[in-house]
């Protein structure tokens, strides 16, 4: 399907239109776009590069304040179905990462959830002086989460 841009005839004769596919879950999946690292469609109109779900957001329901970002519902970078898109603070969109398991670790690896450590391990390794960057390694957590686990009280402080 092709996306319905208005005014797309006063764009560039060479404006390339927003093509997308539909999922089973409703996505709109953009496949006229090339997308970036990390999945999202990237989009340029009049000398502007945009990020597929907020070219679509911006189109369908209007300007995004400065303070907010886009979040996508269903989790798919590639979709840009504006049922799809909401409005939210970067917290609400870390939330959401870390509620529906989402992140990865420094290696770029699905990161598992933190109940899913060997906190007394970790804890125990931590206690005995081993070096920070072997228990990164050993139990497959990031120097970040690490430090969050330290800080929310899930390991001890060294003594």
């Not at 911006?58 to 590639?78: M, Q, S, W, Y």
């Not at 959401?96 to 906190?119: Q, S, T, V, Y």
């Amino acid at each position: 399907m092709i996306l319905i841009e208005p005014n797309m005839d006063k764009f560039h004769h060479r404006t390339k239109r927003i093509e997308y596919e539909i999922t089973e879950s409703g996505c709109w999946e953009c496949v006229s776009h090339s997308k970036d690292s990390s999945g999202y469609p990237m989009i340029s109109r009049n000398g502007t590069f945009w990020k597929g779900h907020r070219y679509s957001y911006t189109l369908f329901k209007g300007n995004i304040p400065e303070d907010l970002v886009i979040r996508h519902t269903c989790d798919n970078p590639a979709c840009i179905n504006p049922d799809h898109l909401i409005l939210g603070t970067q917290k609400d969109n870390v939330q959401d990462m870390l509620e529906r398991n989402r992140f990865r670790d420094a290696k770029g690896d699905k990161n598992p959830n933190f109940k899913d450590f060997d906190l007394a391990a970790i804890d125990n390794d931590y206690q005995n002086g081993m070096k920070i960057v072997d228990i990164f390694a050993k139990h497959g957590i990031s120097k970040t989460h690490f430090y969050r686990l330290i800080k929310e009280g899930k390991i001890n402080k060294r003594k």
